[in-house]
Each structure stands twice: as C-alpha cells, then as structure tokens.
C-alpha cells in the first residue's frame, strides 16, 4: 500500500514543503496537491518537484473546466519532466458552486468532458498529430467556429512518459464507473470501507468490466486524517476536530439539492444526520451542524487511535481494494508530523 498525503491549500505550504525530505525518509510515496480556489496547484507543483528526488507528485485535483484538454496535456508533460517522470494527473469536475462562482464557467456534461478530456491527454502524451471530434471538444476548431485557420499540430518535445498516471476524483455511481473503466486511479472522498462496497460496488464493477487491460489494477486513493495515540481522551479530541471539516462539505458545500457530499452522506445510509447537517449549516449554524455528524463516519473515516487499532483499519482498507492511502498527519510539530508518516509506513508493511 502506497503512502501519500495532501497537503493543505489554506495555508502552511512553504512550512510543509521544507519538511518533505523528512517525509521521503521517512517513506512517504506520493504528495497531493489541491486547487480548489486557492493558489494554483502547478506552480507548487514544480516547485516540490525542485525540492525532491524520489518523492511522487500529482494534482489533487485540477478541475476540468478552465484548462484546456490539450493545456492539461501539456501541464501534465511539463510536470512529468521536471520531476523526472514522478507526476501523476489528478482530475476531477469539482462543483457548481466553484466552476459557475468562481470561473464563470458553465457546470455542464461532466462525465463526458471528462472522458473526452482523458481521451485528448493521451493522443497529446503520444506526440499524435491532434485531431478530435467529440461532443464537447472539436481540435482543430472547426472552420465556421473560427477564423479557418486552425491546423492539426502535435507536441514539439517527447515527453518522459508516452502515459502519465491519470487519478479521477469521483464519487456519483455513473462518474465512478466511467473512472473504472478509464482512469488509472480513482480518488473518492470520506471513504468509509464498511459501506464502500454497497455505495460503489456495482459502479466499479461495471466499469472494470469494460477496463482495457493495459491500464492495469485500479488503484484506489483513500484518503484519512491520522493520529496514532493510546489516550482515549486525546483520541476524542481529535476526532471532533475532524467534525467541522465534514459539516463544510455535506452542509454546505453545494446548494439544497446540488450537494454532492451530501448525497454520498445519504448513499451511506445518514440520511438524517445529512438534513440535520445541511439545514444547520446553511442557516449559519456550523457548530450545531458540527455536533450532527455522525460519530460513525467520523470514526470509519479516520485513523486516530492506539496502533493495534489502525493495523486493523489498514487490513479492512486492504480487504476493501485500497492501494494508495492519503493520510493527514495530526500533530503539533513537525518532528511528530513526520514520525506519523514512519509509523504508518510500518504498520501498512
């Protein structure tokens, strides 16, 4: 099983980074880096890639919408180069609220631009002449689009890799599907590996069956915040403080009836808490929104406890398909930070 961890986009990267030749020693796999509508994920991208030697980088996620399909190809390539063929492509159709609120881009057909879009990367990755007629993407632009002028054209430099490792993040049956039948890896959210198999079962095998061997075993990035602790008390604490991380995203992350999060909280069968959640949260109310998350998926969901009891959650993990753990190491210091990361190496074998 893969190590790996997000790192955190609201703050403390120059900090996290400083740390990383700690968490290589310390076995860390992969690092994650997010966008949502914070600084861009590339730039720090390349810049871990200069900070590193050994060490896996990958977008966590760039959203589709405002690259181009041939623009994400060349990012993907020119990350892949500078780390010396250690990026992996992180993909996802994020939200409404972020691609219409902050982009001003219309939320349309995102199993579809998203196919479309892996489709483009890999000719690109190829150094084919690029031509494509999809629903969505039309390269060149058709003459009555445009000034005529467009021409096909392929990628000047020969990339690391002819197919960079592309992860989708998904989390709705027909977009999981699609992302088990195409992608190299597959990124849910709050995954809880007790009910993982009831929610994505019949979406996974659905499209495995029609998965070209050549892409290999999916890999499954499961995601977890991570203490290993023998003080019950101190182990409460810290699962609390995961509570308002799942209050932002099933209540209030998206609008009544548009909340992915909140869907998924209802497919895992909390209904109830998901309303409770949902009406708190976008009545102001998050510390009551907060105090409605249910102690099972915050518990399920999280590594926090003594060690014989996270060697147990790895081993469900395991059972239920995990290859690739992202964990997010609670602790005050870095030295601490990065024993987290030794320890769990250890434990995951």
């Not at 790192?7 to 740390?19: M, Q």
């Not at 489709?119 to 031509?131: A, G, H, Q, S």
Request: proline share 5%; net charge neutral; charged share 20%.
């Amino acid at each position: 099983m893969r190590i790996g961890m997000l790192l955190n986009y609201s703050g403390g990267f120059t900090e996290t980074v400083a740390e990383l030749v700690d968490y290589e020693k310390a076995g860390l796999d992969i690092v994650f880096v997010p966008e949502a509508y914070s600084f861009d994920a590339v730039s720090q991208l390349g810049f871990i890639a200069a900070r590193t030697e050994r060490l896996e980088i990958a977008s966590g996620i760039l959203q589709i919408y405002t690259r181009t399909p041939a623009l994400t190809a060349m990012t993907a390539a020119g990350l892949d180069y500078v780390s010396g063929g250690r990026f992996t492509l992180g993909i996802g159709a994020s939200g409404p609220q972020v691609i219409e609120g902050f982009h001003g881009m219309p939320y349309t057909a995102p199993l579809g631009r998203t196919r479309e879009l892996v489709e483009i990367c890999r000719k690109v990755w190829r150094r084919e002449r690029l031509e494509y007629q999809g629903r969505h993407y039309q390269i060149p632009l058709p003459a009555d689009c445009g000034s005529g002028l467009g021409k096909p054209l392929r990628l000047i430099n020969h990339p690391v890799r002819g197919r960079i490792p592309i992860i989708i993040a998904a989390i709705g049956p027909k977009n999981v599907a699609m992302v088990a039948e195409i992608a190299e890896g597959w990124q849910p959210i709050f995954y809880l590996p007790e009910r993982a198999a009831e929610v994505w079962g019949d979406s996974l095998a659905a499209g495995r069956a029609k998965r070209d061997p050549l892409l290999g075993t999916l890999d499954v990035v499961a995601s977890a915040p991570l203490a290993i602790t023998d003080d019950e008390h101190a182990a409460a604490g810290l699962l609390d403080a995961i509570r308002p991380m799942l209050a932002l995203y099933i209540g209030g992350m998206g609008a009544k009836g548009r909340n992915f999060y909140h869907d998924l909280a209802c497919r895992y069968g909390f209904e109830a808490q998901a309303e409770v959640m949902q009406n708190h949260y976008l009545a102001g109310n998050k510390d009551a929104a907060a105090a409605a998350v249910p102690d099972e998926l915050v518990r399920r969901s999280s590594l926090i406890g003594p060690a014989g009891y996270i060697r147990e959650r790895l081993e469900v993990l395991r059972a239920c398909g995990v290859t690739t753990l992202n964990v997010t190491p609670m602790a005050g210091s870095a030295a601490e930070r990065v024993r987290l990361i030794e320890r769990i190496r250890d434990l995951a074998g």
